[in-house]
Nanobody, 122 residues
Framework: QVQLVESGGGLVQAGGSLRLSCAASGRTFSIYGMGWFRQAPGKEREFVGAVWWNSGTTVYADSVKDRFTISRDNAKNTVYLQIDSLKPEDTAVYYC???????????????WGQGTQVTVSS
């Protein structure tokens, strides 16, 4: 089992920045990659980006690739999501997820965190 705990969400004004963290524990050696998703009220869970655990290679959704940056610190078993130039439409619960075998843009990962709320005021 892998446990994931997100942190770093909050209320921020449009144009500001946030860095979300996702700390993994447990059988972290089994992680193939980790993804970030977000879910706004009344909407489906949306893929934001992902990182391959060993190589650090990242991939992003086209809608966010200019403002979102994923990084990881393997020594700390932590993945980060840096969000710049925040917009009100970025308001959502942000989730990190881990998979043992493949990275997908669909929310079909093996393990999920509890989510952290990001609210952007205009």
């Amino acid at each position: 089992q892998v446990q994931l705990v997100e942190s770093g969400g909050g209320l921020v004004q449009a144009g500001g920045s946030l860095r979300l963290s996702c700390a993994a524990s447990g059988r972290t050696f089994s992680i193939y990659g980790m993804g970030w998703f977000r879910q706004a009220p009344g909407k489906e869970r949306e893929f934001v980006g992902a990182v391959w655990w060993n190589s650090g290679t990242t991939v992003y959704a086209d809608s966010v690739k200019d403002r979102f940056t994923i990084s990881r610190d393997n020594a700390k078993n932590t993945v980060y999501l840096q969000i710049d130039s925040l917009k009100p439409e970025d308001t959502a619960v942000y989730y990190c997820a881990a998979d043992r075998t493949v990275l997908r843009t669909r929310p079909e990962y093996d393990y999920w965190g509890q989510g952290t709320q990001v609210t952007v005021s205009s």
